[in-house]
């Protein structure tokens, strides 16, 4: 919210880098936080997409080579038309907005039109395909100069905007963008313009992303080696002594986790920081949460909760999510933990507290010893309470009947608030199975009840357990168990049970793969 104060309406033509969605500028994550409305590329990350807020209109301007040739006008007209809302409006585009994106052309018709325009820019292809397998686009001993060169018109014509005979004598690094389908007429001319067949030259296919491919060779062999690979767009040609730098070529590909594919289960707003470590070890990470979680509206619920909560109540949260939605009702409602004053606190296990501690600052005074369930807490809080106590819960629409009935039973008043509950996720099973064909792909489950509502959802789908063996990585001895209940043996199991040491537990199953 205070991001969007400080931007002015407008449209913002932002670089969204090569790939690597981290590769964004810090002024361009920023606007995307503010946007009100985005409208991006096919070449865009949707890790980006992630970083609108919920309300923001999303508007796909998706241009694949050559499809649709004359959607720039339709383009820059639409941009026109969202810039006259006075919103802040996103133009997200692959790379640099200036750097063969069309962004000058945009510029000028919002400029013309009398629009607030500004472009942030973003790092090119150009560079970052090259650096990401390891070649330096200028290196004091090689080269001074570097060209960012189109080969996206045919060389021969006459009246060619490429004068590929004159480049070919400037000694210069090369970086061809959009050259993959004329790459041999490229270095023919090249060739004939007098560049020596044997200058080093490579080629980087999806540079920055999970799936980089690179290759090196001389120039005149390029367009038979990329022929050969398979290379498809988009690709980064370079051309140049630079391509010969040798010696951390792999610094990108060779990462532990480096085309490997990561399917991460946990509910969406829990999934991050699991995903932000695996792609860090050079992971393409798929998100399939096996439960959404969803808002109930519960501020009324809440405030007459609020009105009736005196001090000596006990409050009990079941789960992190009840904790923040606390939290969120709270601060909503312009109030704060004042409202609990004097009240005893108790959270059904450790991740539960740690969650309340975070979201309202509350420390709870009450945790069960081992037995982190309804039970647990019910017993613990029974052995504490005098009876008749006045208890509030906190929790979801599915929370388990064990811990209200038993305190009822037990002669307390219960007072429960539903603030969430646990959905079905949109879930693609096609993509699933098929990236489950994959040797490459692993699953980390980091609970049972992960574990179980995945399994579960997979079979609600149709899915057959027998037909795609998945790997799974366990996060401990727990989870290891359920899967086996579920019918999958684990392929690994994390020591100790922690993200970091799940983590490692998929790098040693992924090294022992490759031995
Ligand atoms: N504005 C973009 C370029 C758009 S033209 C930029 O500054 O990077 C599209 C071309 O860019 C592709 O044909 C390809 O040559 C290059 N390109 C874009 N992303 C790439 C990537 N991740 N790896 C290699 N080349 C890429």
Redesign the pocket.
Known sequence: MNERRKFVPGVYLV?AG??DPGLITLRGAQLLGAAEVCIYDH?VHPALLDLLPPECDRVFAGKS?GRFKTGQDDITDMLIEYGRTNRIVVRL?????????R?GEEMIALTAAGLHCEVVP?????A??PAYAGIPVTHRNLTSMVVFV???EDPAKQDSAVDWRLLARLRATLC?????SRCGDIVRELIDGGLDPATPAAC??????PG?RQLRCAAADLPARMESAGID?????VIGAVAAVEGFENWFTGKPLFGQRVIITRAAGQASELAGMVEELGAQVLRMPAIEIQPIPAREAMEQALNAIRPGDVLVWTSPNGARRTAELLEAMGRDIRAFAGCLTAAVGPSTARALKEHTGLIADLLPGEDFRGEGVLKALIGRLQSPANLWLFQAREASRTLPEGLKAAGHHVHELVLYQNVEPEFDLDAFEQAADDPHTWALFTSSSTARNFMDLLVRRGHDPEDAPIRAVSIGPVTSETLRELGVEPAAEAHPSTLQGLVEALVRAVQRRKE
Do not use: N
Not at 204 to 209: D, F, S
């Open positions: 670089g090569p790939g070449l080579a585009k692959g790379g640099d907005p200036f750097v063969f994106g962004g973003g790092v090119t292809s150009g970052a395909a189109t080969g996206h061809v963008y959009m050259g993959v980087v296919e999806r540079g920055t992303q980089q767009s988009p690709a980064m040609i």
